[in-house]
């Protein structure tokens, strides 16, 4: 049964492992079943709420934080907050899981050499050649989930089997 409370659905995972893909999919298909939803992915927010951050430790968990506040504004008031930004620290995932009601964590998982090859946004390339300094995967720490509510295997699963596991996830919690 819905519950009719609204929740946060926080994506984590590599850069090009799938995130933005699967989490626009999700929208879709929850906004399709008329559900209020609100997509706040990581490079987006990097140029607006957390613009002029950088990624060092401390400026990756600010963002991560402010992600967090405000996808608890939304999902405390009704709203499913879908969250995709690479939130790679455990302990920060987890501070944030603590001050949200209802959390779902999604791990999109897929291998460095999976996401490298895709290389969507030509990031690795630059990391790899040292123009960019603390990529996640790269030169910076990926902590995964342990307890993720739901696993994407994005290298052996396609997007749509990734939004049904995620759909059907929801639906067992009683969130939709
Ligand atoms: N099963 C899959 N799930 C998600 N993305 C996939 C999958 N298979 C291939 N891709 C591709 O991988 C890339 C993932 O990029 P993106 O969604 O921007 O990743 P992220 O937001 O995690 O950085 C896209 O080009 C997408 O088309
Ligand atoms: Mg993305």
């Known amino acids: 049964m819905t519950s009719g409370e609204g929740v946060t659905v926080w994506f984590t995972g590599l850069s090009g492992s799938g995130k933005t893909t699967i989490s626009r999919e999700l929208e879709q298909a929850l906004l399709e079943r008329k559900f209020k939803v609100e997509l706040l992915d990581g490079d987006i927010i990097r140029t607006n709420l957390s613009k002029g951050l ?76 040292g123009e960019i300094k603390g990529f996640t995967g790269i030169d910076d720490p990926y902590e995964p989930p342990l307890n993720a509510e739901v696993v994407c295997y994005t290298d052996r699963e396609t997007v749509s089997e990734s939004v049904a596991k995620s759909i059907a996830k929801l639906e067992e919690l009683g969130y939709i």
Request: charged share 30%; aromatic share 8%.
């Open 54 to 129: 950088g990624f060092s430790k401390e400026d990756r968990d600010i963002n991560i934080h402010r992600i967090g506040f405000v996808a608890n504004l939304l999902s405390r008031n009704g709203v499913i907050a879908i969250t995709a930004a690479i939130s790679p620290y455990r302990n920060v995932r987890d501070r944030v899981r603590a001050s949200i009601k209802n959390f779902v964590e999604i791990y999109v998982n897929a291998p460095l050499e999976v996401c490298e090859s895709r290389d969507v946004k030509g990031m690795y390339a630059k990391a790899r050649a």
